[in-house]
């Protein structure tokens, strides 16, 4: 059953749905995604929780169990994909934000998320070709730190430091892309926006159980981890859960675990054994 929204005055959500896709840029995973979209932002108006980082563990909590399930975006043309039966990490931080955001902006339809998505997934919050996809992490975060959707808290923790790198693995590796396997446009489209010397903060995972790194950390901030493999920023997304105990946990779409769940150690023992993860950045949604 499709909520239906009581008349009010335009707001910020409303401008997003004038200029999201239209029902035909649209990709569902099932006939029942905006039924169950509905009925989560209608769960999160009424928990009557009004603060970002809570609302977005809330729906973090209500998406437990959901299946892992990679490549969810990928067709033969660039669509809105709207998919919540399935998650990967990014796709999971996305429809956590797109829920948070139509919550604060007091809009409970489905397609006031879908234009969430749009905001936050694409360059400019809209939608073109492949290209306008933001691929990155730290365009990503870029992006949405100048429209208003996100911050990045990393340089104001304690013990931040800061790593130069080329973040240009896709047209490296075109062979991993089904879109840039054949099309040499493409390529140069992804090229273009690739970040060259890019100078990012990261705190080093080896202080990561310091106390006055875990005490600047609330539930719900969002995590990447950032990686040594050459040509990417970062590997992995998720939220954070501090426990009674101010300990970090990663609540995850987990590829290893097969679902969205709550690591079952805390963050700095989760990336002990990591080969490749060498440390991790934070950012918060800005309300």
Request: hydrophobic share 40%; glycine share 6%.
């Amino acid at each position: 059953m499709l909520i239906l929204l009581a008349a009010c005055a335009p707001n910020k959500s409303e401008q997003q749905v004038a200029k999201a896709a239209t029902i035909t840029q649209m990709r569902f995973h099932c006939d029942s995604d905006t039924t169950v979209i509905n009925n989560l932002l209608m769960k999160g108006h009424e928990s009557g929780i009004s603060e970002a980082n809570a609302l977005i563990e809330f729906y973090a909590r209500q998406l437990l169990g959901t299946p892992y399930v990679a490549h969810t975006l990928e067709g033969d043309e660039e669509m809105l994909t709207i998919n919540i039966h399935e998650l990967d990490c990014l796709t999971f931080i996305e429809t956590l934000y797109a829920l948070t955001r139509a919550t604060l902006n007091n809009r409970y339809s489905w397609r006031d998320f879908a234009a969430n998505i749009e905001n936050v997934r694409y360059r400019g919050g809209e939608m073109g070709d492949y290209s306008t996809r933001i691929h990155y992490i730290s365009e990503w975060i870029i992006d949405n730190n100048m429209r208003g959707n996100l911050v990045e808290i990393t340089p104001d923790l304690p013990h931040v430091d800061y790593m130069v790198k080329n973040i240009d693995f896709m047209t490296h590796h075109t062979d991993s892309y089904r879109q840039l396997k054949n099309d040499s446009a493409m390529v140069e489209k992804i090229r273009r926006h690739e970040l060259r010397n890019h100078r990012f903060p990261y705190i080093k995972r080896s202080w990561l159980n310091d106390k006055a790194l875990k005490a600047a950390l609330r539930s719900g901030d969002f995590v990447t981890l950032v990686t040594k493999i050459e040509g990417l920023d970062v590997s992995h997304n998720g939220i954070i859960i501090v426990d009674e105990k101010g300990d970090p946990y990663l609540l995850d779409a987990s590829m290893s675990g097969g679902k969205v769940m709550l690591e079952s150690k805390p963050l700095f023992k989760y990336l002990e054994r990591s080969k490749t993860n060498i440390g991790v950045r934070f950012f918060r949604m800005i309300p």
